[in-house]
């Protein structure tokens, strides 16, 4: 797992929208070496990122609740 994405379940108030978003772009960055999307790239990347991050909110949706929070901050909550 990159150790650049957080645990999103849990989060009191929950993940938004522009969180799980974050953690797809950086999965995505993960899984396909492309860092700084070209030209070429910038499409299929941003149609990944979309989909990554529609998959992630639904689990998240799905999932129980967590009787922990969990042990990190996500980046856009860190100050």
């Known amino acids: 797992m990159c150790r650049n994405i957080t645990t999103l ?10 969180e799980v978003t974050a953690a797809a772009r950086q999965y995505a960055r993960k899984v396909s070496g492309v860092q700084a999307p070209s030209e070429r790239t910038a499409e299929p990347f941003e149609r990944a990122v979309t989909r990554i991050a529609e998959a ?9 609740p967590r009787r922990q ?3 990190t901050v ?6």
């Open 9 to 18: 379940r849990g989060l009191e108030p929950p993940a938004t929208a522009d």
């Open 74 to 79: 996500p980046p856009l909550r860190r100050r």
């Open 69 to 71: 929070a969990p042990t």
């Open 56 to 64: 992630t909110a639904d689990l998240l949706a799905e999932l129980p």
